[in-house]
Nanobody, 121 residues
C-alpha cells in the first residue's frame, strides 16, 4: 500500500520556524517530483515549493528567501524548512509525490492528507 504522510505542522508565532516532512512509503522504485502545496478555506490549492529528484527547486514568490525545500531520494522523503513565518502562511499544507514502482514504469501522482500550519500574530 502506498502512503504519503505529512508531519511537522503546528502553531507558531510570527517570525518563528517550522519544518515539515513528507514521506512516501510502499513498493516505490523512485520519485521524479515532490512538492508542497497549500490551500486555505475557500481558496484554490497553490504550489509553495517543489523539488525534482535531480535537485531542481521551485518556489512561490511569497515564500522565496524564507522557505527551503530539500529531498532525500533514497528515503522518498521531502522536507520544507519554513522560516520567518507570517500569519498569511496559515494554511493546510499538502504534499504531492509523483511516484513510480518499477524501472521504466509510469509516474503517478499521490497526495497526502495535509498538515495544518497556523501562524499567530
Amino acid at each position: 500500500q502506498v502512503q504519503v504522510v505529512e508531519s511537522g505542522g503546528g502553531l507558531v508565532q510570527a517570525g518563528g520556524s517550522l519544518r515539515l516532512s513528507c514521506a512516501a512509503s510502499g513498493s516505490i522504485f523512485s520519485f521524479n517530483y515532490m512538492g508542497w502545496y497549500r490551500q486555505a478555506p475557500g481558496k484554490q490549492r497553490e504550489l509553495v515549493a517543489a523539488i525534482t529528484s535531480g535537485g531542481t527547486t521551485n518556489y512561490a514568490d511569497s515564500v522565496k528567501g524564507r522557505f527551503t525545500i530539500s529531498g532525500d531520494n533514497a528515503k522518498n522523503t521531502v522536507y520544507l524548512q519554513m522560516n520567518s513565518l507570517k500569519p498569511e502562511d496559515t494554511d493546510v499544507y499538502y504534499c504531492a509525490a509523483d511516484l513510480r514502482f518499477v524501472v521504466g514504469g509510469p509516474f503517478m501522482r499521490y497526495w497526502g492528507q495535509g498538515t495544518q500550519v497556523t501562524v499567530s500574530s
